[in-house]
């Protein structure tokens, strides 16, 4: 079956620490999709970053910055020198291969807050 | 260009009851998701609708039923409200099997 587990329920940090998100998984598929969202107070969940399952090669955009290893199934999210409009809920996804638009399993989530 | 607009934002209903939600996908995009997210858990993906037939299907039971009509817009149906129904519900649209881009919900109470 399919599980994403994030362990971290809430991290509160001060403007300008770094801060990782941990996401660990589990599948059988030898292929699939990794995902990262933002959920901010609204609601709305917010694309972050997609994966494919034989890239892992790490992936900066700006202040954000994602490690997938395979070999321990994980997917960490790093955001550099936090701000607060960072804060949010953030889940990591999974789905299966050639279907990213399909079923999609989340994480129970981490909720960032970031302090001024 | 509309994102995905989902209605009404905010419901209450009595336990017992029925209720529609609506969800009108993003321009361009023919494949509509739910998902319930219950307070302080991930979304759980209820089912999908793709060319007004449902293509896959969560772990939820029959009381959850949904429709996609042909100009691809959907409404998820709820019967015999619980009061564990109490969620958000979001919708998701993506053009067939590309990536899929969230509404911001609708948070449904039963009381």
């Known amino acids: 079956a399919q599980k994403v587990t994030q362990a971290q329920t809430e991290i509160s940090v001060v403007e300008k620490e770094d801060v990782t998100l941990d996401c660990v998984y589990e599948?059988?598929?030898?292929?699939?999709?990794l995902f990262w969202y933002k959920q901010p107070p609204s609601g709305e969940l917010v694309f972050l970053i997609r994966r494919n399952s034989f890239d892992e090669q790490n992936e900066i955009s700006g202040r954000y910055s994602w490690n997938f290893q395979k070999s321990t199934s994980s997917f960490n999210f790093t955001i550099t020198a936090s701000q607060v409009v960072d804060s949010a809920v953030y889940f990591c996804?999974?789905?299966?291969?050639?279907?990213?638009?399909?079923?999609?399993?989340f994480g129970q989530g981490t909720e960032l807050s970031v302090k001024p | 260009d509309a994102g995905v607009t989902q209605s009404p934002t905010h419901l209450i209903k009595t336990r017992g009851q029925q209720v529609t939600l609506r969800c009108s996908p993003k321009s361009g995009h023919d494949t509509v998701s739910w998902y319930q997210q219950a307070l302080g858990q991930g979304p759980q993906f209820i089912f999908q609708y793709y060319e007004e037939e449902e293509r896959q299907r969560g772990n939820f039971p029959d009381r959850f039923s949904g429709h996609q009509f042909p100009n691809y817009s959907s409404e998820l149906n709820v019967n015999a409200l619980l009061l564990g129904d109490s969620a958000l519900y979001l919708c998701?649209?993506?053009?067939?099997?590309?990536?899929?881009?969230f509404g911001q919900g609708t948070r449904l109470t039963v009381v």
């Open positions: 996804a999974l789905s299966e291969w050639g279907n990213q638009g399909g079923k999609l399993i």
């Open positions: 599948t059988r598929d030898t292929t699939y999709y």
């Open positions: 998701a649209s993506s053009l067939s099997t590309f990536e899929a881009f």
